[in-house]
């Protein structure tokens, strides 16, 4: 409530108060004014009527008096009649406006002034004015007629053919009629003062019950909920606009609740997004690290291989002329002989290697896997490293069309069921699998070459790929085998996959991207 | 006397074509530049030139442009490392008469300038 009056533009129920309490003021003012205005309208007719009355009322008392022509009992009946407070004035004139009686001595004798002139003129025979004495009056004025009583009286001092006789005019005080009317405006005034605030206050008081406090309520409720709080709701007090407010906040406010668990339900799920991407891209950059590096080995390699050619050509050749000077079929010529095998060993690694590191492809055609493997496959079989291994093979019956270099793959396969030989001793079975499947949204090819062999143990599988690197004993690999493998088949956009189980097997998966 | 420059920025490999050169009746002269070997060419005859491909300075396809536009007669011979395909057709086509790949044995060397000194 005090907040209501010291802040009262903060309140709707001040302001409809000050608002009622307005109209109702010029509402009430007008009111009285007019009823103001019609009750003098009123009284001045009363008063009007009061003076024609004693106009009469003197014409009456002086008729004997003119009619025995008896002019002193006029004028004391003139006296005497103004005695009473509210006669100001009454005097007789003829015509001319020669004043013959007049309860004021002083008058007798004299000419009327304007001011009766005039008001002979008016119709209506009367007039209010203020006096000098600054009271109201009412100035009337009556007609005396003339009578067959009076024309016929003994005097004969007036004629038949005169109609009227002369005037009576009576200056009568309005000043109780104000006096009452004043106090009766006071007391108005007071009364309307009295019921504007008397109604401005019930109503305020009504207001701050029905408007004010259930608004506070739900103002409560509101800053809960915008402070976070969702699950209070405010109390539903009536069936009226209020309540129909309170009621739709609340299920706002359920609203604004369950959006709000939905949006958290969201982000978990983008949290969880975010992080699977992440992992994602962690592992994409390590490959991509892992290429990169696997590059710049390839690079230096390349660079390394070139510079070794030279020191070859001096080795090679310097045996070659020794080999010419020396006894053909003797032991130096055996020895220079192993000196040259060896110089050209040197030059087949690093044929290889340079094979492995090279940038620009030999050749690229349409190769088709099943053909170079079909090939590959016979020219093993053959071999006696594979006349003890069983051959299972499952080539789904397609044209697989890649794009790439057939000697390289071929050169892939090979040395991958070399590989698989190995493992096996040279005893046991190897599966040869191609399909279709689907990688990202785009057709490959799968070539698998599962053997039964010894398996890759963990340490191993991470260095599979590494240039050099090689489980086989001194002389007998390369270690190049895989990491060329491993570079073409990534050149032409594919991947080679390796699973192994130690004492089952090893399966490798060649994916690479279908053609057309 | 057929008469070979040999113009390569490596010391071992001008040694050992002079001394798988020499023995067969050959006379040898070698540099290292390209810069070298065309200032050589000027003053001297020569039958055939070995190139290397790849050479600080001057390298070898700039060398074999200004030997063949100055000479276009000459016969050159490329010597190349593995996997320089690209370079080799290239030099071929630039004019060069045949390429050798290193490591090379005399055998290669000398059967690859037979066939050039042959074909007129």
Known sequence: ?516 | MKRILVIDDERIIRVSCERALIPEGYGVRSVSTGEEGLALIEKEPFDLILLDIKMPDMDGIEALKRIKERWPEMKVIMITGYGAVETAVKSLRLGAFNYIEKPFSPDTLLTAIKEALEVE
């Not at chain 1, 004997?64 to 006029?74: A, E, K, Q, S, Y």
């Not at chain 1, 080795?315 to 020895?335: C, N, S, Y």
């Not at chain 1, 055609?365 to 053909?371: G, R, T």
């Open chain 1, 1 to 516: 409530m005090k907040r209501i009056l010291l802040h009262p533009e903060r309140s709707l129920a001040a302001k409809l108060i000050i608002a009622i309490g307005v109209l109702m003021l010029l509402g009430s003012f007008i009111f009285w004014y007019t009823l103001l205005w019609k009750q003098e309208r009123d009284l001045i007719a009363i008063a009007v009527r009061y003076g024609d009355s004693f106009i009469e009322f003197i014409r009456k008392s002086t008729h004997h008096g003119m009619l025995t022509f008896n002019r002193p009992l006029i004028q004391e009946t003139l006296e005497n009649v103004s005695i009473a407070e509210g006669v100001k004035r009454v005097r007789i004139f003829d015509h001319k406006g020669k004043v013959f009686f007049s309860s004021r001595r002083e008058d007798i004798g004299n000419f009327v002034d304007r001011a009766s002139i005039t008001l002979l003129a008016n119709p209506q025979k009367w007039n209010v004015y203020r006096s000098e004495e600054k009271d109201r009056r009412l100035m009337v004025i009556g007609e005396i007629p003339n009578e067959p009583s009076c024309y016929t009286a003994a005097c004969h001092i007036h004629p038949k053919e005169q109609k009227i006789l002369g005037f009576i005019e009576a200056d009568l005080s309005l000043a109780v009629l104000d006096k009452a009317q004043f106090r009766q405006g006071l007391a108005l005034i007071g009364y309307v003062f009295i019921f504007t605030i008397m109604t401005s206050l019930s109503l305020g008081i009504i207001l701050y019950k029905l408007v004010s406090k259930p608004v506070s309520h739900l103002v409560y409720g509101m800053e809960r909920v915008t402070s976070g709080d969702l699950d209070y709701s405010v109390p539903v007090k009536t069936e009226d606009e209020i309540g129909m407010l309170t009621a739709t906040f609340n299920s706002m406010v359920k609203e604004i609740r369950s959006a709000r668990e939905q949006q958290e339900r969201w982000t978990q799920m983008l949290e969880e997004e975010v992080a699977k991407k992440t992992e994602e891209i962690r592992k994409t950059q390590a490959g991509l690290i892992q290429t990169e590096k696997l590059a710049s080995l390839g690079r230096m390699a390349a660079g390394v291989a070139h510079e070794i050619n030279n020191p070859l050509t001096g080795i090679v050749t310097f045996a070659h002329l020794m080999l010419k000077r020396v006894p053909p079929q003797g032991e130096d010529a055996e020895d220079l002989k192993v000196i040259i095998e060896q110089a050209d060993r040197c030059s087949r690694i690093i044929k290889n290697l340079l094979t492995f590191a090279r940038a620009t492809p030999s050749e690229r055609a349409e190769v088709s896997i099943n053909d170079v493997l079909s090939k590959t496959i016979y020219m093993v079989k053959n071999q006696e490293k594979f006349h003890n291994i069983k051959f299972n093979i499952n080539m789904e019956e397609a044209r697989f069309i890649t794009q790439g270099d057939a000697t390289q793959f071929q050169q892939i396969f090979l040395n991958m069921l070399i590989n698989a030989a190995d493992a096996m001793n040279e005893r046991g079975t190897i599966t040869i699998a191609t399909r279709r499947i689907i990688v990202d949204d785009k057709p490959f090819v799968e070539i698998e070459i599962t053997d039964t062999g010894c398996g890759i143990p963990e340490e191993v599988m991470a260095r599979l790929f590494e240039p050099f690197f090689t489980t086989k004993p001194v002389g007998k690999g390369t270690g190049l085998g895989l990491a060329v493998s491993h570079g073409i088949v990534r050149h032409y956009g594919g991947q080679i996959l390796v699973k192994s189980t130690v004492g089952k097997g090893t399966s490798f998966f060649v994916r690479l991207p279908l053609m057309g």
